[in-house]
């Protein structure tokens, strides 16, 4: 396990930490890469498609759409291993941690100033996310928390699958060049990182033509659901 400290967290964050993540806690998540919401097979199967000459495009496809959706929500929903560390703007007094994604499936170590909390000192409500202190005064955290969790679906949500095979379906009959995803918007975490992403909400035609944003906003009644904001309000 990563030994996270005052050293690590001003050069992640920077001297002056940003509000952001809850009231009094920066967050630092180490990077996952996208994954695909459906595999090769499941869509041909929906598809009706038996051979195998256009399986080069159906990964492309499934790879842009993929990775819109996860623009879009601002969300990873595979199943997979996560890391991530809270940095308090000043003395943090916590009655509530929440987790960038969610749901959590386990959490293998949560750490606050280096101290190991055991899984007797919380409770976890794995469908929002959250982990709750024991105690009754909460937690306080004057330096850092450090956890490492699983969160995810598996398998992914048969109704974001559903999203993926309309999706892939109709580039695929329509022929309709849908290039890679590329940024439009962009957000920056002051002496962190500046991460830049669609926003189908303001995309254009032009550019949303080429990154299946404008395609993905046939289907926000689904995905507003997932959406990261949801579980922040």
Known sequence: MAQWGDDLAAKLLGSSVPAGFQE???????????CPLITLADLKTALGIVDTTQDAELNRLINVYSQA????????????DREVV????????????????????????????????????YAVNDLTGYIYPLRGDGWTINSYAHLEYSSGYAPIPADLQNVM?????????????????????????EGAVTEQYYDARESTTSTASTSGAEDIGKFYSVLDYYRGERAFV
């Not at 959706?69 to 997979?80: D, G, H, K, P, V």
């Not at 994604?101 to 909390?117: A, F, K, R, Y």
């Open 24 to 34: 009094c806690l920066a967050v630092w998540e180490v990077p996952i890469a996208p």
């Open 69 to 80: 959706i996860e623009n879009y929500t601002e969300r990873q929903m595979c199943e997979t």
């Open 165 to 189: 095979i309309s999706l892939c379906g109709s580039a695929l009959n329509s022929g309709a060049s849908t290039g890679d995803v590329g940024p439009l918007k962009s957000m920056r975490v």
């Open 86 to 121: 809270y940095i308090p703007r000043s003395t943090c007094h916590m009655r509530k941690m929440q987790v960038p994604q969610w749901p959590i499936i386990t959490v293998t170590s949560l750490m606050i100033d280096g101290i190991e909390i055991t899984d007797a000192e």
